[in-house]
């Protein structure tokens, strides 16, 4: 078998390693470069450019140059905010579509995007190791979801990589941290790169890496500091007489080059001078920015990491005095503001002593060493991000395995039937910490088929949940009355075949916008109706256990949603209905306990 | 316990090592460092090699944790065969599901209960009254500081006022977190020269202090909760 290597797929650059002669090493491609933009470019031939070429014809070729693609990997048109969908290049997806990018006519799912990207790094390892590589460790954010995940692992899959681990980038940046030193140490990992933002709070001990607890936002980072400096920059221009050049793409790419370029240098100069010489024809931009002015701007973003940290922490029960070092990792860590931040939110001067780039690499490296075999004096103890459970009755999310769980890690629920004869029985499987089902991720459903016919009540199905090493999860169901065993194949509901996605991205074209927006306006009223049908009967059965108040609550709620749903207002149906569901979360539980009385009184009856 | 359903079926009689004979009770030999299926009379404590009482050595249930986590853990199996990789999975899942209930006092008196009456604990809603006021006065504060962050904050001052009044809750709910372990110590110090069919009244005094600690740790969560949403 041949050697595996470490990737970190990251937002902005990634980057490929493996452990020499005990030692873990960039791989640097053909020139020399040792970090890959994660950026692909269509246009001229057949195959895409990839990498730094791809980069360079980003300003004049912008909508075909695709980057920071990984925001979408794994996620649903519903999750992705319109300003998230701000990029050069043309994406589509709404509702539960998945993310599709689509360049002269084809379509592209997030995940063969990043495949591009890794096929690049797997042909450089090639040519550096003169021999084939086909089995990688590659990271990804510790916050990132089941979906997130699992569709990491198929970029893998369609690079022709087999996907031997995914680990946490931050964990891993620990490894590459802690490899040489004999450390007895609490430490945390802060990293910060182009587009998500994770905090891990490790106990490293006799080799042993383990991960206290993690924390996070994979929507946070050096992009959307620059989105602010290109908007503040949009704005100097207009007020000098500029015009306004927002709808301009090829104006905006490059600003977007000169902002990154004006951020990354501030981090070791108090003022940049920015100059875009003819953005229009008339008008040339040069503006003197300070550093001061840059923190102004940045200040809320960066702030936006406190609040994980301080999470992360009362999660660990560690106080800032308890953690030994806090280690920087990812590109924007270099910003001073956040390096000032990272130090008063733990009380120490953060250590800046690793590569921010290259260390998440490099840990994939070690690991993937320690995998195969070749590091044995070392051990990584990773935790899930999220809680994970299942919606329950009354749209609650029931938590079967909570969040910072040690994984490997197994929790068994039991499951049955509400209604005689009931043959099978699906089940939706939610990742977040909210209370409502509705406020979590959906991770997909399964369903418990071939039930035997029986009363409501007596099939006992007991559902195994295991969340791997990798952070994925696994379902085996057993009839507990019968023994029989199955794996369940959760059908995750980003989970689509390419001709799925071909006609969803063909249907959307054809019909345009407004049948989207139809679409969209339908499948509201239809969860509108299902609510106030709901609420209806709800009320038919316990409307004498409210208070008057309660009641007040929720007969405004049904009157404002019949109201927007009268004038055909989607985001006003989609609002309201969140709202009525809110207003009867008690109404709900005041139904299950009247129904679980008539049960007991039916069953009183029969006797 | 419910999600003990599938884990039931691990347990077995103690057994040779299928790869050199030596008998072996767990899910590892040490004589010839194989992974093997779980044998024995396992529990928690068994598992994680500690006595298999109220007060743990904490020190020395992280290390043996540790110790094993190295042994059993599916990186070290990566390798090997579909079964013997799927016995990994198993062991240091459970022995991760052990370390986190044998850590946690809260966890690991309720799951002693459960031992000692053959079945799960059962979870009744009562705590002393002076835990119980403790718990309904701090939840009041919670509710209006949940109030005011929903509302979008804003007040300084009051913002101010209200971490302060949270960090005081947090300091009381842990000292009386604390004076609850301290209880559960003397209820240790008993239970060591106490016969097994002797020991109803102990369990039934943890059940109590189990409660309690019930309560608190709820309460310490929505209370730190509450201090990183108004940060």
């Known amino acids: ?607 | 316990m419910v999600h003990e359903v599938l884990e039931h079926d691990d347990k077995g009689k103690r057994v040779k090592c299928l790869s050199c004979g030596s008998p072996y009770e767990g899910f590892f030999c040490f004589d010839c460092h194989t992974i093997l299926p779980i044998s024995g009379e396992m529990n928690y404590f068994s598992i994680l090699e500690v006595e298999k009482r109220p007060v743990v050595d904490m020190a020395r249930l992280k290390e043996n944790f540790l110790r094993l986590s190295e042994k059993v853990h599916p990186d070290r199996y990566f390798n090997a065969s579909g079964e013997v990789q799927d016995l990994a999975l198993k062991s240091s899942s459970l022995l991760n599901k052990a370390y986190s209930t044998l850590k946690d006092p809260k966890e690991r008196i309720r799951y002693l209960i459960s031992l000692e009456n053959d079945r799960e604990a059962p979870v009744s809603k009562h705590a002393s009254t002076e835990t119980m006021e403790f718990f309904i006065e701090a939840s009041d504060v919670c509710n209006e500081v949940n109030t005011f962050v929903k509302k979008g904050g804003g007040d300084e001052s009051l913002k101010r006022d209200y971490l302060r009044k949270l960090l005081g809750l947090k300091n009381e709910a842990i000292d009386r977190w604390k004076a609850v372990l301290g209880e559960v110590e003397r209820v240790d110090k008993e239970w060591i020269g106490t016969t097994d069919e002797n020991r109803k009244p102990l369990v039934k005094r943890l059940l109590v202090l189990s409660h309690e600690l019930s309560y608190l740790s709820k309460l310490q969560s929505l209370i730190d909760e509450l201090i990183v949403a108004i940060s």
Not at chain 1, 60 to 68: A, D, E, G
Not at chain 1, 330 to 352: C, D, W, Y
């Open chain 1, 1 to 607: 078998m041949g050697r595996i290597i470490g990737i970190d797929l990251g937002t902005t650059n990634s980057v490929a390693a493996i452990v020499e002669g005990g030692k873990p090493i960039v791989i640097a491609d053909a020139d020399g470069q040792r970090l890959t933009p994660s950026v692909v470019a269509f246009g001229g031939g057949t195959e895409p450019i990839i990498g730094h070429n791809a980069n360079r014809q980003r300003i004049l070729n912008p909508r075909k140059t695709i980057y920071s693609v990984k925001r979408f990997m794994g996620r649903r048109g519903s999750e992705i905010k319109d300003e998230d969908m701000f990029v050069s290049y043309p994406v589509t997806g709404s509702g539960e579509e998945p993310i599709v990018i689509v360049i002269d006519d084809k379509h592209y799912l997030p995940e063969e995007i990043s495949a591009y990207v890794l096929k690049k790094l797997k042909g450089d390892a090639e040519r550096y190791l003169g021999e084939t590589v086909d089995r990688a460790v590659i990271t990804v954010p510790a916050y990132f979801n089941d979906a997130q995940r699992n569709t990491t692992k198929k970029a893998g899959e369609i690079a022709g990589l087999k996907v031997e681990r995914i680990i946490n980038e931050p964990t891993a940046a620990s490894l590459a941290y802690g490899i040489d030193k004999k450390l007895d140490a609490k430490i945390g990992v802060y990293d910060l790169g182009g587009g998500t933002f994770d905090i891990s709070i490790l106990d490293i001990k006799q080799g042993v890496f383990q991960v206290l607890s993690t924390c996070g936002n994979t929507r946070l980072g050096g992009d959307d500091i620059d989105r602010r400096l290109i908007d503040f920059l949009l704005k100097k221009i207009e007020a000098c007489g500029g015009g306004d050049l927002s709808g301009s793409l090829m104006v905006l790419s490059r600003i977007r080059e000169e902002a990154e370029k004006a951020k990354c240098a501030l981090s070791s100069h108090d003022e940049v001078e920015i100059s875009i010489p003819f953005l229009t024809s008339s008008f040339s931009l040069k503006y003197k920015l300070t550093r001061k002015e840059f923190e102004e701007l940045a200040g809320d973003i960066i702030d936006r990491t406190r609040k994980p940290c301080l999470q992360a922490m009362m999660d660990a029960k560690l106080k800032p005095d308890d953690i030994d070092e806090i280690i920087l990792v990812g590109g924007s860590t270099r910003i001073p503001l956040v390096q000032q931040l990272a130090g008063e939110i733990f009380g120490k001067t953060p250590n800046t002593s690793i590569n921010p780039d290259e260390a998440v690499a490099l840990g994939a490296a070690i690991q993937a060493n320690v995998l195969s075999g070749h590091i044995s004096n070392l051990l990584l103890l990773d935790v899930t991000p999220l809680s994970l459970g299942i919606e329950t009755y009354g749209a609650f999310m029931n938590v079967i395995i909570p969040r910072n769980t040690t994984i490997p890690t197994r929790a068994g629920e039991l499951f049955t039937t509400a209604v005689d004869n009931q043959s099978a029985v699906t089940i939706q499987v939610l990742q977040g910490e909210r209370q409502m089902a509705a406020d979590n991720w959906s991770i997909g459903t399964f369903a418990l088929e071939d039930i035997a016919p029986a009363p409501a009540g007596v099939p006992r199905i007991g559902v195994q949940f295991t969340i791997d090493a990798d952070g994925i999860l696994h379902v085996l169901a057993r009839d507990v009355n019968t023994g029989k065993e199955k794996f369940v194949q959760m059908k995750s509901t980003i989970d689509v075949s390419k001709d799925q996605v071909e006609k969803m991205v063909r249907d959307s074209m054809e019909h345009g916008k407004e049948d989207a927006a139809k679409k969209e306006l339908f499948d509201a009223k239809v969860e509108a109706d299902k609510v106030l049908s709901a609420t209806r009967k709800a009320l038919d059965k316990c409307m004498n256990l409210l208070q008057q108040d309660e009641r007040n609550i929720i007969d405004k709620a049904i009157y404002d949603l019949e109201e927007v749903i009268k004038k055909g207002d989607t985001a006003g149906i989609k609002d309201n209905t969140t709202n009525l569901n809110r207003a009867t979360e008690r109404l709900a539980s005041l139904l299950l306990v009247e129904t679980a009385k008539e049960v007991v009184e039916k069953k009183a009856g029969h006797k």
